[in-house]
């Protein structure tokens, strides 16, 4: 549990702070082993902050080398080099095994240490094309939350990097204690990774209330089929105007949403209840237990049947 988090100077400190307030604070209301927290930096000089402020580190970058998380937040300049230092160190902590983390513009280290290349990746919208053309072998996504390939993570811009350190937590501790830290932060519990960074342009108040009929609709019925039809039927549309309205709001696909709204409710079932995975599928609206394990693997990285004897204890 020993995460460590690089400072630059002339960094802006949002997501620095957001990191601190995830990992440092301690939060023994929650009964299980939190993190080891160090903030690291190159120097051990004042580093610039924007506001005009500075601050200095207790560490270097020998925080790194026994890190078990690694976090590298947005970067003031992308177009600095990084120093051979950090480099060596990123590498370092990858190939021992460290998970690999970075908020917004933070992706352009990881890639200039070499450890996107091949890798799927975001970063924020305005910089993903940057990105692309300074590192072409990475598989840049540019309209989701954050990207979690395995060892390596990496989020879309600032508030992003909230539901990026969330996932991490829940894969950690399972959803009810991400829940219970989101809870303290006033944010919403989880946002899908592929989510859309942001909504091209707003609607109407009448099409909100329709689409969160429909969606409230679907939440009460995840075990009965639900198709694009009928929640167009709910929401007083034709499906094709639903599908519109649905992806300004959410940023999302219906049929995408309703996924992730299964695996999310199959959750509570698997770490509460002894009931077969099969079961469960059924529970929560899967046609089939194939498909359950499928979408399930695909959002949480791991089998229903591992999850269940991962999180099945008392938290």
């Known amino acids: 549990m020993r995460v460590s988090v690089v400072a630059f100077d002339g960094m802006a400190p949002f997501e620095l702070g957001c990191v601190v307030e995830i990992f440092g604070l301690p939060r023994p209301e929650l009964n299980v082993p939190w993190y080891d927290l160090r903030v690291c930096s ?8 924007v506001g005009g402020f500075t601050m200095r580190t207790e560490h270097g970058l020998e925080a790194l080398e026994d890190a078990e998380t690694v976090i590298i937040p947005a970067v003031p300049r992308l177009g600095d080099a ?50 692309q053309l300074r590192f072409p072998t990475i598989r840049v996504t540019p309209d989701v939350l954050y990207v979690d390939d395995g060892d390596i993570l990496t989020s879309a811009g600032s508030a992003a990097g909230l539901d990026l350190m969330l996932h991490l937590i829940r894969k950690d501790h399972g959803p009810s204690i991400a829940n219970a830290v989101a809870r303290r932060l006033v944010i919403p519990p989880h946002r899908e990774g592929g989510q859309a960074q942001f909504i091209e342009a707003p609607i109407t108040v ?24 009928a929640l167009a039927r709910r929401a007083a549309m034709s499906p094709r105007s639903f599908l519109r309205h649905f992806h300004r709001k959410t940023g999302t696909s219906p049929l995408r949403w309703v996924i992730a709204q299964r695996v999310a409710a199959s959750l509570a079932l698997l770490e509460g209840t002894s009931v077969p995975v099969e ?11 194939v498909t359950f394990r499928h979408h399930f693997g695909r959002a949480m990285h791991t089998s229903p049947s591992s999850y269940r004897r991962t999180f099945s204890r008392s938290i």
């Open 206 to 229: 009448t099409d909100d209330d329709s689409i969160s009929r429909a969606m409230e609709w679907a939440l009460a019925n995840l075990a009965q089929p639900i198709t694009v039809a």
């Open 42 to 49: 190159e120097t051990t000089g004042a580093l610039r902050v």
């Open 279 to 289: 079961e469960v599928a059924q529970a929560v609206g899967f046609e089939s237990p």
């Open 82 to 131: 990084i120093t051979p230092a950090l480099r060596d160190a990123l590498r370092a902590a990858h190939g021992r095994g460290a998970r690999m983390v970075a908020i917004c513009s933070g992706a352009f280290v990881l890639a200039a240490a070499g450890l996107l290349d091949g890798r799927p990746a975001t970063t924020h919208w305005k910089y993903a094309d940057q990105l």
